[in-house]
């Protein structure tokens, strides 16, 4: 497909058929079916007018921004001593330094510079043997442009070093910013002061140079640095590849050979050479204009394609043949145009004027920009809406305060979504779930992958106060275990409904658990909780760590009276909460035994018998207690008793 050309001039590789550098007066355009058109191409070249000798050209328009050590440039200016500068303040300067030192320290001609060979070439054909010419050009299609310099034949110097003939381009690259060096000729010349580094000559230096102040970055190509005297060694048929990088933080270039492959030029408006044929090859005519009258198009439908060529000479020389052509598609406007389109459900359509609502085939006429008669055929469709539903709340949600409430879309393939508060759009919230946090108007606005939007009802979420509570214990004291505590909790709201734990600790109390006001049995030292609810199942917790001490001293009658009065009939420890026997002994004053019970057989205690049933004498009797407390630890405890009739 033809695009449009508006360089100057272009270049094209060896060896194969190209397009532009033929300037066509059509791009791809559209006609009435049956007209008569007539296409033109001619084409063009620039070839810069220094015929002068240390010149600068005027500014130059790159065609694109280019970017040369991190800079961006859209205008450069040529030296004809074989380097362009981006320092348009140069533009026009009757003078262009030649000489390494001159060119950079000087002059600061070459501080902003792309160097394809810097050396003190003669263009002016007045003076000893000057010879050539510089041409320049851009093309190709937006985002992929290139921007060619070209020296052609260009003379070393003056006398017979200037019988020497320098050809050479550099080409910068658009998107890329990659600069090529191509060397078709430099010959090699040891006795001239042009490039031996005598005199005032240059060192036929290739590679960049930018400058800023007292920075300097430069890169030059390997062998073709200013002490290699590259010009007196010379070289055919040479490319290097200058491709920008980053070294330590700042702008560079890494640099690479590849193959010569340097592009041609068409210096001379040959357009009697062009050469018109059909999109099937077949020749049409030869000149600069081509008049047809198109019928219907052959394949590939629905245009057809004109092809201009020029083949002939090109390049520095003009020795070489070579073929350029481009193409232009012509289509036309048919006199029937199907279209199909589609709108959402409840949505209307606007048909040229005409507002559709309902699916179906439609058509309406009417002329063209360029007068021909036209029929639109429209295909509508329809497109569902989606469904928008908050799937887990109605019209009111309700969670207390420093909850959070997750908000949940009818989910489907192809759905997006965005949430809503109180009318504003939530930034980031395009999941198929919302977690909020504050009380407010939510809802959900779904599309589907046809781009049909539908708004969900909206859901009022709530926020309900939390109440408060706090235990009151009424004892400043420690206490012993399993010692019976009254506890009280004071809160806020109203409909409280309370909750004690650890809850063995309320098991053994009269009362109501889950009261404010309750009793607890404490068998060992530690927390105390209570969670209240109210009627929004809002909850408050609070904790009181109470400090219970074992209490395991026994307590051991000194005499008793085993008369069957019913009274102090029996010896009988005296057992705190927490405490159980595990033996009890009882030997009289000869060390025998004449009691004895354990855990398991411990009834109510000794009754002054023997284990035989026989009423022991009034005296002292000793007696030996293990018993176990509160904390799991066994004591022992060991004694007399005084038994009195």
């Known amino acids: 497909m033809k695009k449009g050309i508006y360089t100057l001039f272009a270049l094209f590789s060896f060896s194969f058929a190209s397009k532009a550098q033929i300037a066509l007066t059509y ?72 000489q390494w030192t001159a060119a950079t320290a000087t002059s600061n001609h070459a501080n902003n510079a792309i160097m394809l060979g810097l050396m003190d070439l003669l263009l002016d054909p007045t003076y000893g043997n000057g010879s050539g010419n510089i041409q320049y050009q851009t093309f190709g299609t937006p985002g992929s442009r290139r921007f060619v310099v070209q020296y052609c034949n260009a003379a070393k110097y003056s006398g017979t070093c200037g019988l020497n003939k320098v050809t050479n381009q550099v080409i910068l690259y658009e998107g890329t910013n990659i600069i090529e060096f191509h060397t078709q000729d430099m010959p090699g010349t040891p006795g001239c002061p042009t490039t031996n580094g005598a005199g005032s000559g240059g060192n036929g230096i290739q590679g960049v140079r930018w400058v800023n102040g007292t920075t300097v970055n430069e890169v030059f190509t390997p062998g073709r640095a200013p002490a290699d005297l590259w010009g007196t060694i010379g070289g055919q048929n040479t490319s290097r590849r200058f491709t920008p990088t980053t070294v330590a933080g700042a702008p560079s270039y890494t640099v690479d050979s590849i193959a010569y492959n340097p592009w041609h030029i068409i210096q001379f408006n040959n357009s009697p050479l062009l050469t018109w044929y059909d999109a099937n090859g077949n020749y049409l005519h030869q000149g600069s204009t081509l008049t047809t009258t198109v019928s219907n198009p052959p394949p590939p439908a629905p245009g057809t394609f004109f092809v201009v060529e020029y083949t002939g ?18 289509r036309f406007s048919d006199i029937k145009t199907y279209v199909n389109a589609e709108m959402c459900a409840g949505s209307t359509y606007n048909f040229y004027g005409r507002t559709l609502f309902s699916p179906g085939v439609y058509d309406t006429t009417f002329v063209s920009q360029i007068g021909c008669d036209s029929v639109i055929i ?127 600790y309320f098991r053994r109390t009269p009362g109501n658990a889950k009261a404010a006001e309750v009793q607890a049995i404490i068998p060992k030292s530690g927390y ?13 917790t609070d904790s009181l760590f109470i400090k219970a001490e074992p209490c395991c001293e026994m307590t051991m009658p000194n005499a008793f009276t085993p008369n069957g009065d019913g009274k102090n009939d029996y010896f009988v420890p005296k057992l705190e909460v927490g405490q159980q026997v595990v033996s009890f002994l009882v030997f009289n004053r000869y060390g025998q035994l004449v009691y004895e019970s354990n855990a398991s057989g411990y009834t109510q205690g000794w009754d002054g018998r023997d284990k035989n049933g026989k009423d022991q004498q009034s005296g002292v009797y000793m007696y030996g207690l293990k018993y176990s407390c509160s904390d799991g630890k066994i004591y022992e405890k060991k004694g007399d008793i005084t038994l009195m009739r």
């Open 27 to 98: 791009d791809d355009t559209l006609i009435c079916r049956g007209d008569e058109i007539t296409m033109g191409a001619s084409v063009t070249g620039q070839v810069s007018g220094l015929q002068v000798d240390d010149d600068f050209t005027a500014a130059i328009d790159i065609g694109f921004p280019f970017q040369f050590f991190g800079n961006t440039y859209t205008q450069a200016t040529i030296s004809d001593n074989n380097y362009l500068s981006f320092d348009i303040s140069l533009a026009g300067a009757t003078y262009s330094a030649y």
């Open 313 to 330: 000479p090109a390049g520095c020389d003009n020795q070489s043949t070579f073929t350029f052509r481009d193409t232009v598609n012509v």
């Open 378 to 504: 429209l295909t509508l469709g329809i497109n569902p809406l989606p469904t928008a539903q908050i799937t887990n709340a109605d019209k009111r949600a309700k969670i207390c305060n420093g909850d959070r409430f997750i908000f949940s879309a009818y989910k489907a393939a192809g759905y997006q979504y965005q949430w809503y508060k109180d009318g504003t759009a939530i930034p980031g919230a395009t999941m198929d779930t919302l977690g909020a946090t504050t009380a407010g108007m939510y809802k959900v606005e779904v599309t589907t992958n046809k781009g049909c939007k539908k708004m969900s009802d909206v859901v009022e979420l709530i926020i309900a106060p939390n109440p408060t509570v706090r235990i009151n214990y009424f004892s400043s004291n420690d206490i012993c275990a399993q010692d019976t505590v009254d506890l009280k909790a004071t809160a806020t709201g109203s409909n409280l409904e309370y909750i004690w734990t650890p809850d063995a």
């Open 528 to 540: 105390i909780y209570v969670k209240v609810f109210n009627n929004d199942l809002c909850s408050a």
